[in-house]
């Protein structure tokens, strides 16, 4: 027996117990078995955690009655945990089960209620309902306006997940608004190399280049690569995101030499820390095969292409649409 599996057992002993000297519809029972659930959640059993949810919420309709924190926090607790499972219409059930109370126990600026909008936000956009995943990050950073100071990390946070949405739904102008206002804020309470600078940077960069508005793309980009290259060093695999980022700047400028210089450390980038053969070296490989193609070095282009291709080739069958799109790229190389 694991240790894990020793204090599991230990647990629901005391659970036994307090279940004989308390009675089994007991608020410490609940407690005991919300923390249960806990336990289940993070050995991974999820089936088990739900159950002994389900079982403390049971008690807490019961004893505390309808409208009791508690009990949102219980809902918003379940709520989780469904969608954890991908059992998003549960989840988004026991959401706004959650909101119904916290809406009418809690003040517009307790923070608490920035747990129940956070929730529904992340729940619906896994569902894909974008604008109703918007409205309650709209909701969300409404109260953290409210009760934050205006320097504040947790308001930064806010305004990017606002930021985020619109931009998945294509309103680029809201989206830089809202990642400018995090921007400033970070600037202000962060220190210069702080990586969440970087993202705000980073994310700027991709709605400029969303928006055509390339050298202010570029610029962004650039900020943010400096700091990750400081905190991270120049090797790390997390920089090959933020270097590609940059090619495809360079790339829609036309500035092909340049997207290749990226190109070329993300490909020294990838064999370092996941070998030549690996599945992830195949957009690396063909990125750069298309950008000697460009810059016309074409023997450079063949080369990367044909480890593209071969990689492909063990990894994925005859028949796979992007081998097909890769024999196609090879074909217009060696025609060059």
């Not at 009418?104 to 209620?113: C, K, N, R, S």
């Not at 604008?131 to 990017?160: C, F, H, M, W």
């Not at 804020?185 to 993202?199: E, F, G, V, Y």
């Amino acid at each position: 027996m694991n240790e894990e599996q020793r204090i599991l057992n230990e647990y629901l002993e005391e659970i036994a117990h307090l279940e004989q000297t308390l009675g089994e519809k007991h608020p410490d029972v609940a407690d005991a078995y919300a923390d249960l659930a806990d336990m289940y959640r993070d050995m991974g059993d999820i089936d088990q955690s739900l159950a002994y949810q389900h079982k403390a919420i049971a008690i807490q309709e019961e004893v505390l009655g309808k409208n009791n924190n508690k009990l949102a926090a219980s809902y918003n607790h379940i709520a989780l945990t469904y969608q954890t499972a991908g059992q998003l219409p549960k989840a988004l059930e026991y959401a706004m089960k959650d909101i119904a109370i916290s809406e009418q126990v809690l003040a517009p600026d307790e923070l608490e209620l920035t747990f129940s909008y956070r929730a529904a936000s992340s729940i619906y956009r896994a569902m894909g309902q974008l604008p109703k995943a918007l409205e309650y990050a709209l909701k969300n950073l409404g109260v953290t306006q409210r009760a934050l100071d205006i320097d504040d990390p947790s308001l930064a946070t806010s305004y990017g997940n606002v930021s985020s949405l619109y931009a998945t739904i294509g309103q680029w102008s809201e989206a830089l608004v809202h990642e400018q206002k995090a921007l400033a804020i970070r600037q202000q309470a962060l220190n210069k190399d702080h990586p969440d600078l970087a993202t705000s940077y980073n994310n700027i960069a991709q709605i400029y280049k969303a928006m055509v508005q390339l050298p202010e793309a570029l610029a962004y980009q650039q900020k943010a690569i400096a700091i990750y290259e400081k905190i991270l060093g120049k090797n790390h695999r997390d920089l090959a995101v933020v270097y590609n980022n940059i090619a495809l700047i360079y790339q829609e400028m036309g500035d092909y030499p340049k997207a290749l210089k990226y190109q070329q450390r993300i490909v020294a980038i990838t064999e370092q820390t996941l070998g030549k053969n690996h599945p992830d070296s195949i957009d690396p490989y063909a990125d750069i095969a298309f950008m000697y193609y460009k810059t016309k070095k074409i023997t450079q282009a063949k080369d990367y292409i044909a480890r593209a291709i071969a990689i492909m080739q063990r990894h994925f069958p005859d028949e796979h649409h992007d081998l097909a799109a890769m024999l196609q790229l090879q074909e217009r190389i060696n025609k060059m």
